[in-house]
């Protein structure tokens, strides 16, 4: 399952108002469960759940639930966060992880709903190979630094292969897949622009 690092009161503090804002969007939006059921293909009683903050949400329903809401992942974690600083210190980043994807997420970017660019560093287990049915932002703007590892990245049908010191920049229009290839992690950068 995925999981927000930090100690047990923050994480547990994280997820309860991570399941707030998740009820919120669907009520701001005046959906029902069934509605947004139907809109994100994750099952209502799922939902309902995840809402009531019975559930931890792993990377694919998170990544589900930010596609139907057209917000990125770490914006939607940013708006769960206390309130923002313009500097976060290392030990006070987000970092979500989700064992069974092989994969962690660390917000470097100060948390702030109303910029459009933020920085994120991710690291890959190996054999770790993740598919997003669409870009949470259509036309999102990618930056993809690799520090450690190599990295497959299949974005829009198109497949690009980079090492260490590589970076691939792409604009984000519908699927994407992202896969560690080798024996090593691959560690990578991440920088994701709104359009």
Request: aromatic share 4%; with cysteine; glycine share 8%.
């Amino acid at each position: 399952m995925g999981h927000p690092e930090g100690g047990a009161d923050h994480e547990d503090q994280l997820e309860l108002r991570l399941a707030a804002r998740l009820a919120e969007l669907r009520t701001e939006r005046a959906w029902s469960l069934e509605d947004l059921a139907q809109r994100s293909g994750v099952s209502r009683s799922t939902l309902s759940r995840l809402e009531r903050a019975e559930v931890s949400p792993t990377t694919a329903l998170l990544s589900k639930l930010c596609a139907t809401y057209e917000l990125t992942m770490s914006r939607l974690l940013a708006e769960v966060e206390p309130a923002p600083s313009p500097l976060v210190r290392a030990d006070r980043q987000t970092v979500w992880r989700d064992d069974d994807a092989g994969i962690t997420r660390r917000s470097v970017s100060p948390p702030s709903a109303g910029l459009r660019g933020e920085v994120l560093e991710v690291t890959l287990r190996p054999g770790a190979d993740i598919a997003y049915d669409g870009s949470p932002v259509p036309g999102l703007e990618h930056h993809v630094w690799v520090l450690d590892g190599a990295l497959e990245v299949t974005a829009d049908g198109a497949l690009h292969e980079a090492r260490a010191g590589d970076c691939l920049r792409f604009r984000l229009w519908g699927s994407s897949r992202w896969r560690c290839r080798g024996d090593d992690p691959a560690r990578y950068v991440l920088a994701i622009v709104l359009p």
